[in-house]
């Protein structure tokens, strides 16, 4: 069908061409860019972050700047609408893209873009036209790095130059964001309640807070406890990867003797790439249910997963359901857990801690995008 439609375009352009010879000459218009969503792009989508507010609700967020929703999570293809918000523009040849999302309720997601601002939804699943870009004021120079929504009244992003903004009405607009100095630049957040949250500095330290409304005045180190990645759930709990080992504690503001280590992971070889032919087993993201339910993954497309995360290695299960390098982690229950990677694929269990969960694996990306 395609060959068809190609060969009829074809000799109607050359008909057409030949119409003008004796007629006016062909007039052509400014240049329009193709949507960069697959199949139209060179560049390929990878998930950059997950959201899943309940068992029915998950909002992905990918390099294009697309969100990608679920009712469904574990569906397969036909499950998940792609939107893109915005024609991405270009930084370097590199389409702009989302970097990081979260979605405390259905009725609000709120994501971070590459070009230093916010986008958000109370509708997230119903297209373009409700989705808005806010621009934070000062968030120029060093760009948002990740968002943590405990509750639909108050969000956090924090940035890579040491600012926190906190917002009790986050779909309010920019002046309901309010900016305080943190202790270090930030790579990520994570916030169970509104009375627990977590962050890790560009140097992998760990800064809790019990009252992260406050802003950056009321955060302090947890010396001697380093992470790449942290999922806190309720006000108590917090687990952390840094590589090989997870980290966890049910007093996460208690110093390095109330987090307990567990080396789950395999190290990489020094100076491994995956166009070397060896595989990066780094972990690189982490998501609780709760305080007996949490599972990890890595860039070799593994999960770890543990009903006991604190009761050390014995107590993690490996599955290598066959994903590509997992990227985030979402788990809204226990009874499901939606892993994303950066080739597009959803991965997903409803037996997430069993010795041996079943893991599905399926595309996000339809063969025909849905824009708009």
């Not at 997230?124 to 808005?132: I, L, Q």
């Not at 560009?202 to 800064?207: A, D, I, L, R």
């Not at 009321?218 to 380093?226: C, I, T």
């Amino acid at each position: 069908m395609c060959v068809r439609k190609l060969l009829l375009a074809t000799f109607g352009l050359v008909a057409l061409m030949c119409g003008a010879a004796h007629a006016s000459p062909l007039r052509w218009t400014r240049p329009s860019l193709i949507p960069h969503q697959p199949p139209y792009s060179s560049f390929t989508p990878s998930f950059t972050a997950l959201s899943c507010p309940s068992t029915t609700v998950c909002v992905g967020a990918d390099s294009l700047g697309d969100v990608v929703t679920s009712h469904d999570p574990s569906g397969g293809v036909t499950a998940w609408r792609t939107t893109r918000l915005a024609s991405p523009s270009l930084i370097d040849g590199v389409p702009d893209g989302l970097s990081a999302v979260s979605c405390p309720s259905a009725r609000l997601c709120v994501a971070l873009d590459y070009a230093y601002g916010l986008v958000i939804s109370t509708n997230p699943a119903g297209g373009a036209r409700t989705w808005r870009a806010m621009h934070l004021s000062g968030v120029d120079t060093d760009r948002l790095s990740s968002i943590a929504c405990p509750a639909v009244s108050l969000c956090l992003a924090v940035d890579w130059g040491g600012r926190m903004f906190v917002s009790t009405d986050p779909a309010g607009g920019s002046g309901t964001w309010i900016a305080s100095s943190f202790p270090a630049g930030m790579g990520s957040i994570s916030c169970g309640s509104t009375e627990l949250c977590a962050a890790i500095s560009n140097y992998g330290e760990v800064y809790t807070s019990s009252d992260p409304a406050a802003g950056g005045s009321s955060w302090s180190a947890q010396p001697g406890v380093h992470a790449t990645a942290v999922s806190c759930v309720g006000g108590s709990f917090c687990a952390a990867t840094n590589g090989e080992q997870v980290l966890s504690t049910d007093d996460p503001t208690g110093g390095p003797a109330a987090w307990n280590a567990a080396t789950i992971d395999q190290p990489s070889e020094l100076g491994c790439t995956k166009e070397a032919g060896c595989t990066t087993n780094a972990l690189t993201a982490i998501g609780c249910a709760s305080s007996t339910s949490c599972v990890a993954v890595d860039a070799a497309g593994n999960l770890f997963a543990a009903d006991d995360p604190s009761a050390g290695a014995a107590s993690w299960h490996e599955s290598s359901p066959g994903a590509g390098d997992l990227t985030a982690i979402a788990c809204p229950s226990t009874a499901l857990c939606v892993a994303v990677d950066s080739g597009g694929d959803a991965v997903s269990s409803v037996d997430p801690t069993a010795v041996a969960p079943t893991w599905q694996v399926s595309g996000c990306w339809p063969s025909i995008p849905v824009i708009g």
